[in-house]
């Protein structure tokens, strides 16, 4: 039997069925397996699996053949040109004769095609008191953005819990976004006390339910996306397609006060995007959390729990790559949910979504595995309080500040969580401005956690972050996402076609919390020895490391920019080896030098991040300088040495006289006071 399965309005592609003997979550996942950068297998490769291929910036599917090699269970890139995303479909017939869909996702691309000297800019949106108590922090953050290649910029605006005044704030993020003499803004950060939009009258007995589906938790839910929606089709500003005229909704299905909704009460009308989103936004907010420590009276806990995170994203980003137990565990009590509606298959498989990005960010199925993410008595899984992982995805029945069989914010004010990005899904906690929320305590958690999301209605898609993407530009591609990339299907039981199930898709909960700039870990990083300068020639002594089983060679690559917020440019790339050694640079103009470091491994289980591009390191190349020469003798003497801060090493032994003019004085170097 035929299975027809529409992906998009111009593309139908045909599968043939297998069959299945029991259904879980694992069971709505075909697993992939990275062996280099533009290669993959396909476990249980057979005439079942159908492969799709498109470029990240496309919408529409073709069949992956059109620009890969398939032969037997392996997929190679052909096309040189560009990265894409493959994505696998398998249908299969459980014992019942009932069809599930099973789908797996990853990208590829050439090695380091996309390393590019820019990253676009981040805004840091920040409330005026945690700018001034936490100065410094801030300023490291700001250095740590740089040295990954974006231009920084810093707003603060008064403190608020009023959701109408998220107006104000959008339209200071919208002015940043205008500028056309920066970088354009592709990130921005809120960082304590901003107001949280709210959008929406969700309802289970209205056109557009409330994603956890209870009736009593509709109305108004959280709606950061209101700052990253920038523009309509055409250019005009989006603010006029967010409106609050129209929703009234009723206390008994607002869970929360501020789940009501009312025209003219500053909440708005939208329960979906009205458009795409720009902006990939992250919100860092330790308001309300009381069994953090948190008073309404003083704001000292809130500043520490801020102070907290900040000091642990930058040890993120400056120390070595981690040792992990395992790079990706899941934490699954909900398995595979069925339902049949008049001969459809709906079927939603929440922790899928955590298998799906484990293979796809880890290169190799055997690095994705079972844990606790909170340590359970009896339990033949490892704990997260001890066990650590890279990505972890929990899913269970939940409240406000538990997710059962997982985690509760009680236990996470006791046991740290090993776990550096994560994802979690149950009832009610994807309202994320809630006291004491189980989301933002999971960034409140003494622990390794920097960013947590609510995935499964619908499912987020982290790829792009294998290809050194930011965690916040996939999650404008899962904001973004119309159903072209699948999380839960509906299945036609008499002809196998399927279509996504779209509960949740563009809707306006959909928030990240944390610093949207993260990335998966680099496993090269380097240290710059010393420096030296000889006119406009510059030598590093640099000292590179290499995590085991990346190899030892690496790409130093060097960009160079009139300051530390850019516009950087590429200088050049050197192929070096790891350890101490010099890079020799010609031409270096005066500014800012960055240097970061690549590995040249092929990706597979034991290389999975040979992507990722190490932490830039950058160092002043001084404001422009002239030197002149004054002959006193016939002979030519050496020229002056410099150091990377226009700091003078060495003075010419001979009778060779140097005039440095530097921000308005001269200087006269030589070998004897004339």
């Not at 069949?63 to 040189?80: E, F, I, K, P, Y």
Request: charged share 20%; glycine share 10%; hydrophobic share 40%.
């Amino acid at each position: 039997m035929l299975v027809t399965a529409t992906l998009s309005l111009f593309f139908v592609v045909l599968i043939f069925p297998a069959r299945l003997l029991s259904q879980g979550a694992l069971d709505h996942v075909v697993p992939i397996t990275a062996i280099a950068q533009a290669a993959c297998v396909i476990s249980g490769m057979d005439s079942s699996v159908v492969l799709l291929a498109r470029r990240p910036t496309d919408v529409d599917w073709r069949d992956a053949t059109m620009v890969a090699s398939v032969s037997g269970d392996t997929v190679v890139l052909r096309d040189t040109t560009s990265a894409y995303d493959i994505l696998a479909l398998r249908v299969r017939i459980d014992s019942s004769n009932t069809p599930i869909l099973a789908s797996g996702l990853i990208r590829l691309s050439r090695r380091h095609q996309t390393i590019a000297a820019t990253r676009g800019r981040c805004l840091l949106v920040v409330d005026s008191e945690v700018a001034s108590r936490l100065a410094a922090e801030i300023g490291t953050l700001r250095d740590d953005w740089r040295a990954e290649g974006f231009a920084t910029d810093v707003i603060t605006v008064d403190a608020s819990d009023d959701a109408a005044q998220a107006r104000t704030v959008r339209a200071r993020i919208v002015e940043h976004y205008r500028r056309s003499d920066r970088p354009p803004l592709t990130h921005v950060l809120l960082l304590g006390a901003i107001p949280v939009p709210y959008s929406g009258g969700f309802s289970v007995r209205g056109a557009v339910p409330n994603p956890d589906f209870h009736e009593e938790h509709g109305g108004a839910w959280p709606a950061d996306v209101y700052y990253a929606d920038m523009t309509l089709p055409g250019g005009a500003d989006a603010a006029e397609s967010w409106t609050d005229v129209d929703i009234s909704t009723t206390t008994d299905i607002a869970a929360r006060p501020q789940n009501s909704n009312v025209p003219g009460d500053g909440r708005f009308d939208q329960p979906t995007l009205p458009s795409d989103i720009e902006l990939a936004v992250g919100r860092v907010d330790m308001r309300r959390m009381s069994a953090f420590g948190t008073t309404d009276a003083s704001r000292d806990a809130e500043v520490t729990l801020l102070r907290q995170y900040l000091n642990r994203n930058h040890r993120y980003r400056a120390e070595p790559m981690k040792a992990y137990h395992a790079l990706a565990g899941i934490d699954d009590f909900f398995g595979a949910f069925r339902r049949e509606i008049q001969g459809f298959v709906v079927t939603e498989a929440f922790a899928a979504n955590g298998y799906r990005i484990g293979h796809a960010l880890m290169g190799d199925t055997s690095n994705t595995i079972r844990v606790d993410i909170s340590p359970e008595a009896g339990s033949r899984f490892p704990s997260l309080d001890t066990f650590r992982v890279l990505f972890a995805y929990g899913s269970g029945p939940g409240g406000y500040q538990h997710c059962d069989g997982v985690t509760t914010v009680e236990a996470l004010t006791k046991q740290p969580v090993r776990a550096t990005f994560t994802l979690l899904f149950g009832s009610y906690f994807g309202d994320m401005d809630a006291d004491n929320n189980l989301m933002r305590a999971m960034l409140a958690n003494d622990g390794d956690v920097l960013t947590c999301g609510w995935a499964g209605r619908p499912h987020w898609f982290l790829h792009g972050m294998a290809g050194d993407g930011t965690i916040g530009e996939s999650f404008v591609e899962t904001v973004n996402n119309a159903g072209t990339l699948p999380g839960g299907t509906i299945v036609e039981r008499s002809s196998l076609t399927w279509q996504p199930y779209l509960l949740g898709t563009r809707s306006i909960h959909m928030a990240l919390l944390g610093d949207p700039t993260l990335r998966l870990p680099a496993p090269t990083w380097a240290t710059i020895q010393g420096t030296e300068r000889r006119g406009d020639t510059v030598a590093l002594s640099v000292d590179i490391g290499i995590a085991a089983g990346y190899g030892d060679s690496v790409l130093a690559v060097i960009d160079v920019a009139p300051s530390a917020d850019g516009p950087w440019s590429r200088h050049s790339i050197h192929r070096t080896a790891s350890g101490p050694s010099t890079i020799q640079l010609v031409a270096v103009p005066p500014g800012r030098l960055r240097l970061r470091p690549a590995v040249l491994a092929n990706r597979g289980a034991t290389a999975p991040f040979t992507t990722i591009v190490g932490r830039g390191l950058v160092v002043s190349t001084g404001p422009p300088t002239t030197v002149n020469e004054e002959q006193h003798e016939e002979q030519t003497g050496p020229a002056l040495l410099m150091d990377i801060r226009g700091r003078i090493l060495a003075a010419p032994s001979s009778g060779v006289w140097f005039d440095v003019r530097r921000d308005g004085a001269t200087m006269r170097f030589g070998p004897r006071r004339p």
